[in-house]
Antibody
């Protein structure tokens, strides 16, 4: 079964750091571009970051550029998001999501994890 | 950045009725790089349509997508009880990838 499972969310103080993980299974992880998408409570979806299958291409939303770092370990079938200098407005459910087309760097997101909640509050 | 505006914000319909959801882009989306997602409360989004008009795996034929350039439409021909949800459009033609604010399809 194709699956993505996020972990690492929790409560953190403003200015703090957190590292999210996404474990992939059921498909050839190393062939797909992966993404992080977030959703603030009661709000819509916001794309956060993308990383190509070989980590050559990396993109960030302006709202997180310079504070968040996306990475992957294809040997461990895992995706990561290191979040530093966290702000209250970063509070959201964070989803990892797979690009639909193998080896593509742009496409729809066809597989999503269940999400992990990050709360930034003092 | 391409801004996507979805309308209406809420659509109140009965099962069996036709739903027509609109997504308008602030600039032309190249090569029809537009997707639609369905999200139910407490669940992750689910891909419904990609490439503006292609149904994702497992999506019933009552869902169809159309449009090009700046105007796109998601149509649900006859609403089933499980179709009541929030629908988001997303463009992936130009970074940053952006989502619309969502249309809620609710039971009338």
């Amino acid at each position: 079964e194709v699956q993505l499972v996020e972990s690492g969310g929790g409560l953190v103080k403003p200015g703090g750091s957190l590292k999210l993980s996404c474990a992939a299974s059921g498909f050839t992880f190393s062939s797909y571009t992966m993404n992080w998408v977030r959703q603030a409570p009661g709000k819509g979806l916001e794309w956060v970051s993308s990383i190509s299958h070989s980590s050559i291409y990396i993109y960030y939303a302006d709202s997180v550029k310079g504070r968040f770092t996306i990475s992957r370990d294809n040997a461990k079938n895992s995706l990561y998001l290191q979040m530093n200098s966290l702000r209250a407005e970063d509070t959201a459910v964070y989803y990892c999501a797979r690009i639909y087309l193998v080896y593509s760097i742009r496409d729809a997101f066809d597989i999503w994890g269940q999400g992990t909640m990050v709360t930034v509050s003092s | 950045e391409i801004v996507l505006t979805q309308s209406p914000g809420t659509l109140s319909l009965s099962p069996g009725e036709r739903a027509t959801l609109s997504c308008r882009a602030s600039q032309s989306i190249s090569s029809g790089y537009l997707a639609w997602y369905q999200q139910k409360p407490g669940q992750a989004p689910r891909l419904v349509i990609y490439g503006a008009s292609s149904r994702a795996t497992g999506i019933p034929v009552r869902f169809s997508g159309s449009g090009s350039g700046t105007d796109f439409t998601l149509t649900i021909s006859r609403l089933e009880p499980e179709d009541f949800a929030v629908y988001y459009c997303q463009q992936y033609g130009s970074s940053p990838w952006t989502f619309g604010q969502g249309t809620k399809v609710e039971i009338k």
